[in-house]
């Protein structure tokens, strides 16, 4: 369904504004393009082997992303208002998923298709500066999440996660956040007891 809420800013065109000038016709075809969803707590906009292939913003809600590893729910990470989000291999490599991405509260969330961006791509340059540095932020931050899990210790990880989204430990259960860490529920209460 097209936007309903074409009276609001659209969250999607805000964040892209952060990497760069729009036009306003740029501006224009984007919100003609961007989808509203209202999505539930505990409904997914992705699941493992599902080729969706969409950049979203959450206006209000909450997410996590997590797969599969010996019948256990693994997080790799988790989102809140005003990110971009999408997930790597349907965007960028036009392959299924691996990992999930869930609702974790009841959730408003902007989406725009990849085959609508890219064709924006080719229509306005300033989108393409704007794409090239998004995916090189999903760089960096994928690479900043790996050197983390690699050299970090437990309670290093958990300090880097309040520093970067201290909200999340009020909004997100202790079992996932230890998951996120790649820890237990009673290594993440020792590392909380001041």
Request: glycine share 4%; proline share 3%; aromatic share 10%.
């Amino acid at each position: 369904m097209k936007s309903e809420q074409a009276h609001i800013t659209n969250p999607l065109i805000e964040q892209f504004r952060k990497y760069g000038h729009l036009s306003d016709e740029a501006i224009k075809e984007i919100n003609l393009r961007t989808k509203y969803f209202l999505k539930k707590k505990n409904e997914h906009f992705l699941k493992e082997g599902q080729n969706i292939s969409s950049y979203f913003v959450i206006s209000k809600g909450l997410i996590r992303v997590y797969f599969h590893r010996n019948e256990k729910e693994v997080n790799a990470w988790f989102g809140e208002e005003n990110q971009i989000f999408g997930s790597i291999l349907p965007i960028y490599a036009n392959k299924p998923s691996f990992e999930n991405i869930q609702f974790l509260e009841d959730s408003e969330i902007y989406a725009i298709s990849v085959n609508d961006l890219n064709e924006l791509y080719r229509i306005y340059p300033e989108l393409n500066l704007i794409g090239r540095k998004i995916a090189e932020e999903v760089c960096i931050i994928l690479e900043e999440r790996t050197m983390s899990l690699h050299t970090e210790s437990a309670a290093e990880r958990y300090e880097t996660l309040i520093r970067l989204q201290p909200n999340l430990l009020n909004r997100f259960n202790l079992g996932h956040i230890a998951s996120y860490l790649g820890i237990t529920q009673e290594t993440l209460s020792r590392i909380r007891k001041p």
